[in-house]
T-cell receptor
């Protein structure tokens, strides 16, 4: 079945440092890929997404590129801020071609990476 | 535009009781999804409803059930509560079954004593 693996956390950085959170996936076909962020005490917010190979999703200075050859969707930001402290989840959505299967419609999430940014 | 709303924010029950959680999707969205976020277990898919029908179900026992109403709002019911049901329950909605992006609500924190 589908699966998502994120780098082990937590990650602690100083403000203005470069951020990379690794994400790799296993899925049939060409799933859509997402990064969601969860701030303390809140639900999930969509950060960015990519729906096909070589697509780059970007938002609020964060970027991730859909790499089919390495089955990866790593999240990057050039200069983090204290306000970026949160839990980051990589996720994939099963392909429509597998309609009726167990993967259809649902998001499969990685285990989450806790990011703490210090001033 | 209002986002996904969930009620109640917090719910405290005792073992063996039933819990009912509610979700209202973004206006115009017909698909509603439920996920469980238990401590240390990450986010697990529970149920997906679209146009009033259950479309997919995660690996959860039958005491987890739900329904979707004609106005596309949804209800998650958990019967015979167990201690390990304590979790944050997140609801998400999307435009239709073929639309990729799911938008999440703030969640209901269920505590089972």
């Amino acid at each position: 079945g589908d699966s998502v693996t994120q780098m082990e956390g937590p990650v602690t950085l100083s403000e203005e440092a470069f951020l990379t959170i690794n994400c790799t996936y296993t899925a049939t076909g060409y799933p859509s890929l997402f990064w969601y962020v969860q701030y303390p005490g809140e639900g999930l917010q969509l950060l960015l997404k990519a729906t096909k190979a070589d697509d780059k999703g970007s938002n609020k200075g964060f970027e991730a590129t859909y790499r089919k050859e390495t089955t990866s969707f790593h999240l990057e930001k050039g200069s983090v801020q204290v306000s970026d402290s949160a839990v980051y989840f990589c996720a994939l959505k099963g392909v429509r071609a597998n309609a009726g299967g167990t993967s259809y419609g649902k998001l499969t999430f990685g285990q989450g990476t806790i990011l703490t940014v210090h001033p | 535009e209002a986002g996904v709303t969930q009620s109640p924010t917090h719910l405290i029950k005792t073992r063996g009781q039933q819990a009912t959680l509610r979700c209202s999707p973004i206006s115009g969205h017909t698909s509603v999804y439920w996920y469980q976020q238990a401590l240390g277990l990450g986010l697990q898919f529970l149920l997906w409803y679209d146009e009033g029908e259950e479309r997919n179900r995660g690996n959860f026992p039958p005491r987890f059930s739900g329904r979707q109403f004609p106005n596309y709002s949804s209800e998650l019911n958990v019967n015979a509560l167990e201690l390990e049901d304590s979790a944050l329950y997140l609801c998400a909605s999307s435009l239709s079954r073929g639309t990729d992006t799911q938008y999440f609500g703030p969640g209901t924190r269920l505590t089972v004593l």
